[in-house]
């Protein structure tokens, strides 16, 4: 079965600043691996999905991921926060399924 | 593109009490899922629906019944309602296996 652990139950960065949300599962198959952003009072929205084609992944709103299978890594980063970043950030595995694993959330906040 | 749609947005219910939550999808998707969200747990699958006429149990099914009415629709319905079931519930369709979801707004549920 497949897990999924992120790191950090929140983080505050300040406005322009990197941000570093890590996820990290457990799978012996390469996974499908999908990073979600949830707004207040609303669904998750997909912010990017690894499948294989490459490693480096780029997704909406200037957020991208790596793919790092010797440390079944699949870490999301923003090179400079916006204040529209604040929100819960979710990663999620399948792997031969139809069922998605979802991490426990990461709550970001940005500081003006 | 109305997507996935969710209703009701807020119930209040008594222990005992039963209610559907209802859930319709205009994507044309094949797969359909009702997870629920709490509070530094993610989001846990309590059922979902490979395909029409296929219902399958998920990670946290105690308690629930659900019914793949057509294509567009899957219901989740709680014939006695507890206090342990006081959730956000969420409904997600998708195209096929592996394909990213795609979420409704969710119903806050609250049993007292």
């Known amino acids: 079965a497949q897990s999924v652990t992120q790191l950090g139950s929140h983080v505050s960065v300040s406005e322009g600043a990197l941000v570093l949300l890590r996820c990290n599962y457990s799978?012996?198959?390469?996974?499908?691996l999908f990073w979600y952003v949830q707004y207040p009072n609303q669904g998750l929205q997909l912010l990017l999905k690894y499948t294989s084609a490459a490693t480096l992944v780029k997704g909406i709103n200037g957020f991208e991921a790596e793919f790092k299978k010797s440390e079944t890594s699949f870490h999301l980063t923003k090179p400079s926060a916006h204040m529209s970043d604040a929100a819960e950030y979710f990663c999620a595995v399948s792997v031969d399924d139809y069922k998605l694993s979802f991490g426990a959330g990461t709550t970001v906040t940005v500081r003006a | 593109n109305a997507g996935v749609t969710q209703t009701p947005k807020f119930q209040v219910l008594k222990t005992g009490q039963s209610m559907t939550l209802q859930c319709a999808q205009d994507?044309?998707?094949?797969?359909m899922y009702w997870y629920r969200q709490d509070p530094g747990m993610g989001l846990r699958l309590i059922y979902y629906?490979?395909?029409?006429?296929?219902?399958d149990k998920g990670e946290v099914p105690n308690g629930y019944n659900v019914s793949r009415l057509n294509k567009r629709e899957f219901s989740l319905r709680l014939e006695s309602a507890a206090p342990s079931q006081t959730s956000v519930y969420f409904c997600?369709?998708?195209?096929?296996?592996?394909?990213?979801?795609?979420f409704g707004n969710g119903t806050r549920l609250t049993v007292t």
């Open positions: 994507m044309n998707h094949n797969s």
């Open positions: 997600a369709s998708s195209e096929s296996q592996g394909s990213p979801l795609h």
């Open positions: 799978s012996s198959v390469p996974p499908y």
């Open positions: 629906s490979a395909s029409e006429g296929t219902t």
